[in-house]
């Protein structure tokens, strides 16, 4: 327990950033209606299943279509 209370400063920031990324992402996808690349339900798993910074890089580098 020591221990993640001893790396809780270096994780927390990494947790937030984390989230804050998945909310804008989810956001993002609800309120587009045009993909580079797949459909809204595709992106949706994708972000969600891949929530570890993965999804939401791959749909801004692969699924957003530029406005």
Not at 11 to 21: D, F, R
Not at 47 to 63: A, C, Q
């Amino acid at each position: 327990m020591n221990k993640i209370i001893e790396y809780l400063p270096f994780i927390l920031p990494l947790v937030i950033a984390e989230l804050g990324l998945l909310v804008y992402t989810l956001h993002h996808i609800l309120t587009h209606q045009n993909y580079k690349r797949g459909s809204r339900k595709v992106w949706l798993i994708i972000v969600i299943v891949g929530m570890e910074f993965i999804g939401p890089i791959l749909y801004f580098l692969l699924g957003r279509e530029d406005d």
